[in-house]
């Protein structure tokens, strides 16, 4: 039976809480819309869609915002087998190796162990939901110009979170029965970064084969 990956959180005391959108604003009820019709059974191609009406900013600001919490739930829930040991270098298997930069302590791109670039990466896109010139939360303040390109960045940088969960550590996912959880997660957020065009062809590479199996 598959384990809740709830109750592996709740374990979990490093890891951080989720982001959570105010009830109350335009952005929690375009929230509920997109939860509902991901409940709904629809196709998850179809569910991806950006709803007549509504702004192309606040439905990429909410999903953002929802595959970061989905994503960061799903490696912490193996963070523990993900090790400077086990992962000493930041890779999608032998052929892909991922450098860390930042505009603080990494100015040139760095060598990194997985769990090293993960709690980096997972503090950067913390901070950048969190501030309120990138994702505005107050209504009637407009997206900052570079919105799209702020969010291409994250969501490039969240797929290498399923590239290394994927290849080096899915026996945990299969030994925590966790196997249709992260593909259907990882099938979401596929078709969205599809739908918008949002992440270079180049940086889906390493799934490619198993995408083309799991995503028809
Ligand atoms: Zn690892």
Not at 42 to 63: C, K, M, S, Y
Not at 87 to 111: F, I, L, N, S, T
Not at 193 to 215: A, G, H, K, N, Y
Request: glycine residues 4%; aromatic residues 12%; hydrophobic residues 40%.
């Amino acid at each position: 039976m598959a384990l809740c990956l709830k109750q592996v959180f709740a374990k979990d005391k490093t890891f951080r809480p989720r982001k959570r959108f105010e009830p109350g604003t335009q952005r929690f009820e375009l929230y509920k819309k997109a939860q509902a019709s991901l409940k709904s059974g629809l196709d998850l191609r179809t569910v991806v869609r950006l709803p007549p009406g509504e702004n192309i900013d606040d439905w990429i600001a909410v999903h953002v915002v929802d595959f970061f919490n989905r994503i960061n739930l799903i490696y912490g829930t193996m963070a523990e087998r993900c090790s400077e040991t086990s992962c000493p270098v930041m890779a999608g298997g032998p052929r892909y190796e991922y450098r860390w930069q930042d505009e603080r302590q990494y100015r040139r791109p760095a060598k990194l162990s997985a769990p090293r670039y993960m709690a980096l990466l997972m503090d950067w896109i913390e901070g950048l939901i969190n501030d309120e010139d990138v994702f505005p939360t107050r209504v009637g303040v407009p997206f900052p110009k570079n919105f799209q390109q702020v969010c291409t960045k994250i969501l490039t940088r969240l797929f290498r979170v399923f590239v290394h969960v994927y290849i080096h550590h899915f026996d945990s996912i299969l030994s925590m029965g966790a196997e249709a959880h992260v593909n259907t997660c990882y099938k979401h957020f596929y078709y969205f970064i599809r739908e918008f065009s949002l992440v270079d062809q180049r940086e889906l590479e390493p799934l490619r084969e198993m995408t083309e199996r799991i995503c028809h």
